[in-house]
């Protein structure tokens, strides 16, 4: 709670004391001894420097120490890649929000204890990745299911009517569930195109057949629907494999009012049990 207050107090200072406020990242604000405007350009580039190095390694040791905490007694653990070792370290140290610095910590713990889970590629997009964005992608997953079994994710959107006589006794054969009103808006699904987390087409299944029962295994809770006729195509979003990764880091948790307006969108043509 008190983070919270100090959150609110911050956005509350004004735009000028905020950009004078970055004068302490470039080395023009005075700081107990060291004055700027008595300094030169090399020697401010040098106190610059210090501080931002001070910064960095302030970052990669509350993410070290963060780790520590993710990091069973209990369970071998194995060395690191030397070269995926370095590279982490070298991203990570830029990493100043907290939030953002649990993640990377729970990366470094899960590849000491299993390692090749995340790609530098993953950890590259992840720098890039503002805390905004990591809400949106905790948002999409709490709606995300696993179909079948399948090891990955998929966001189911609806489904549709493809063929048949039935087709054209309906206005409409596309079934879509609205996401915005879960907290999820197409926006934030682009954004999460954009930064390389969601593919940017939607996908359908095969025609689904009657006698096999569609598995959706949701956080806290899963569901089996049973086609009640022919023609009907499932519609998800799909997490890339870097998304997929990203995944990993993301606790589960329900949204039970995405799960009760999913189940009364398709009672109409499935069986859910």
Known sequence: MAEHHTHLAHQHVSARKKALLLGRQLGLASEQAYRPAQSSLAERAAHRAHTLANQYQTNVETIFALALNYTPSDVTGVELDPDWSHQFFMMAEQIQNRTMQDLWARILASEIVNPGNFSLRTLALL???????????????????????????KLVSGYR??????????????????????????????????????????????????????????????????PKR???????????????????????????????????????DFIID
């Open 230 to 268: 022919r023609h009907l195509q499932l519609k998800y979003y799909r997490l890339t494999p870097i998304g997929d990764e990203l995944a990993q880091l993301v606790p589960p948790k329900a949204e039970p009012a995405y799960n009760q307006a999913l189940q009364q969108q398709f009672a109409k």
């Open 161 to 226: 009517l493809s063929g048949g006589i039935g087709q054209y006794f309906r206005r409409n054969t596309n079934f879509n569930l609205s996401l915005s009103q879960f907290g999820l808006p197409y926006s934030s699904m682009l954004t999460l195109v954009d930064a390389g987390i969601f593919h940017s087409s939607e996908f359908e299944t095969g025609e689904l057949n009657r006698k096999t029962p569609i598995h959706l295994s949701f956080p806290g809770l899963s569901m089996q629907l049973i």
């Open 127 to 153: 720098k890039q990745l503002t805390y905004r964005e990591a809400q949106m992608l905790e948002k999409a997953l709490t709606m995300a299911a696993k179909v079948n079994h399948e090891p990955r994710f």
